[in-house]
């Protein structure tokens, strides 16, 4: 369901947390209300905290997806300015 | 007259080795100590002592070099800043706690007002021995319960929603016990028989795709003195606080029952068999003891 159209992507893969949330937020702050970011994440510490930190930060997550290779893809939609 | 350093000793002075001196224990719940208290503890340990305190092994503070002739003025001082001497000797002692749900994101259960409660039900209560409670707000378990006679730790019964969820899988990838799988239809199923209650998949949830109940992992009989020994689970998951304190009560008269002066109630479980005493919290768990005072003629 490529519902979406990407605005833009980061890639955190190459930070530890807690920078990769931080990164993945001032991505996202960058857009505009309803672009989707993609946020490209590696398995392990990133996966089980960003997502859910995005969404208290007000965002909608659209979808995770497992690239099979030990990374992710989190589609998020930008929820306000 | 004679001293009756077992009063003091009650009291929170604990005699040190140098003569009619003490270190007073002071009353500390869940290591929270308000500003303004500790301002009249800084005037006490500047006016009374030698200018300094102790922090305990269970998050009280003591101050150092009392003397016997100064006791009741420092109650005295002390009672003006609200701040009152804790206890020593064969009774319930400090319940100790982290900041649990109150502050902490892994918090599942406010375990500083678990502590006030419990602190309030049993504080001091005299037994045959030391008997200590500690809380802690989630599986982390910062405050080690299971050093206590009675630890508890908080955390999630779960229930997946699959209306809210968006099957991203995120939760199978948090849960630490392997209890949670993802079916080709996205579906997510839960082994509860694997499930430790410790919440990871709600705390985790970016689509808050889980209902969950906060409830109480207990354990009994720990200790980290001369003997150690882990506190061990007895009862199931417990979803609610007079459940909780049910099986409080049930514990605290069973080792007032069943204890030898001197014995902790780790050797209490293990004299008496804690096949007797697992009959007894689970009883209790099920709601099936009365409270005493309480009974009726049903």
Known sequence: MADYDIADTVDITDVVCPVTFVKAKVAIEELDDGDVLDVHMNDGEPVQNVPRSMKEEGHQILKLIDNKDGTYDLIVKKVGE | ?298
């Open chain 2, 1 to 298: 007259m004679a001293v009756d350093y077992a009063a003091l000793k009650a009291g929170g002075f604990m005699r040190q080795k140098q003569k009619d001196t003490f270190s007073l224990r002071l009353k500390v719940v869940g290591g929270t100590v308000t500003a303004d208290q500790l301002a009249a503890v800084q005037d006490v340990a500047n006016k009374y002592g030698h200018g300094y305190v102790h922090l305990t092994a269970r998050q009280g503070i003591e101050i150092p070099f009392i003397q016997l002739k100064d006791i009741d003025a420092v109650k005295a001082d002390l009672a003006k800043g609200g701040v009152v001497p804790g206890v020593c000797g064969p009774r319930v002692r400090t319940v100790t706690a982290c900041q649990g749900g109150r502050c902490c994101p892994s918090g599942c259960i406010d375990a500083l007002d678990i502590a006030e409660k419990l602190d309030k039900r049993y504080f001091g209560r005299e037994l045959n021995h030391k008997f200590k409670f500690g809380v802690t707000g989630c599986r982390n378990n910062c405050l080690k319960t299971e050093e206590n006679d009675f630890g508890v730790k908080g955390g999630y019964d779960v229930k997946w929603k699959e209306d809210a969820c968006i099957g991203c899988g995120v939760c199978v990838k948090a849960c630490r016990e392997g209890a949670i799988t993802q079916d080709e239809d996205g579906k997510i199923h839960v082994d509860y028989a694997k499930c430790n209650n410790c919440g990871r998949c709600v705390k985790s949830c970016p689509a808050d795709a889980w209902d969950y109940t906060p409830g109480f992992i207990v354990t009994f009989g720990g200790t980290f003195g001369n003997n150690m020994r882990f506190g061990e689970e007895a009862v199931p998951f417990i979803k609610d606080e007079d459940t909780l304190f049910r099986v409080a009560d049930a514990t605290i008269d069973f080792f007032a029952e069943n204890g030898l002066p001197s014995e902790r109630f780790f050797k209490t479980l293990e004299r008496v068999g804690w096949d007797k005493f697992k009959v007894v919290v689970n009883d209790a768990y099920n709601g099936k003891t009365k409270k005493k005072g309480d009974e009726t003629d049903g």
